[in-house]
């Protein structure tokens, strides 16, 4: 083990080096993804950047693609260390819930692991930096050096502007407040590869795709709810949605002629329900 630390700091210490002397923030990722890889043994890497408006994950750098990957956010493995904000080894793709096949059936490659490391800053979810095909499988030492590596290649893809701002500790916005409520939140993977929260106290268990929640202001929107039938259907029906002020609940009118909203709770995870 320590043997490996000191190989992690070596490697870092060189790949800083290596990013100085990028001139263009193309040349800092590609040289990123070869470290990683080196490192790792993978096949491939991929980095995706979330587009807010789109709510969508885009590859700003995909090995053995043409072009670009697009996904909705709260798709397969990627989808989830992005929402959930944690790390996810699959070393048996062929056995999880999470991994979404449609990409390798439409790219013609066939994944059997993954390491997916979201990328975050300042808590705020950026994108996910993915590795491709180990051929024993990611350890443990992959996943800590890989977050680390993450981190250089925030620097790189959003540069501090000043270092002298600080972080303003308190949450300010609507926005920012539910995003931090979410965090604690518990995600269930559906047979489609999406994300969903689970919604409580309601006549029957309703789900709100996880892509969704971050569309949600105090507007009236209306969206998708979701829910098991007796024959294990999953369907969907339209509701009223927003958010309240303080951001600690989601307020729902299952009438869409009506207005007639009351707040509703999601499912905590069960590390952090009290």
């Known amino acids: ?104 059936t439409k790219t013609n490659y066939t994944t059997d692991t993954i390491l997916a490391v979201p990328l975050l800053q300042n808590n705020k979810r950026v994108g996910v930096l993915e590795l491709l095909n180990k051929e024993d499988g990611f350890s443990q030492e992959d996943k800590v050096a890989i977050e680390a590596m993450s981190l250089l290649l925030l620097d790189t893809l959003m540069p501090t502007k000043s270092t002298s701002k600080k972080v303003k500790k308190e949450v300010s916005t609507l926005e920012e407040k539910f995003e931090s409520y979410l965090d604690s939140r518990r995600l269930y993977l559906m047979e489609n590869g999406s994300a969903y929260y689970k919604i409580l106290h309601m006549k029957r268990d309703y789900f709100i795709a996880a892509d969704q929640c971050y569309v949600l202001t105090q507007e009236v929107k209306t969206i998708d709810i979701y829910y098991h039938t007796g024959n294990e259907d999953f369907l969907s029906l339209k509701m009223l949605v927003k958010l309240d002020i303080t951001a600690e609940h989601i307020l729902i009118s299952e009438s869409t002629n009506q207005e007639m909203f009351l707040p509703q709770t999601l499912e905590e995870d069960e590390e952090t329900a009290s």
């Open 1 to 104: 083990m320590a043997k490996q630390t000191i190989e992690q700091t070596s490697i870092l210490d060189t790949l800083k080096s290596e990013l100085v002397k990028t001139t263009t923030q193309k040349d800092a990722i590609e040289t990123l993804a070869k470290y990683a890889k080196t490192f790792t043994g993978a096949q491939r890497c991929s980095v995706f950047i979330y587009n807010k408006e789109k709510d969508q994950l885009k590859s700003v750098y995909a090995d053995g693609i043409k072009g670009s990957i697009t996904l909705k956010s709260n798709i397969g493995i990627v989808g989830y260390a992005f929402h959930k904000k944690t790390t996810i080894v699959e070393n048996n793709t062929g056995q999880s819930g999470i991994f979404f096949k449609t990409v390798d």
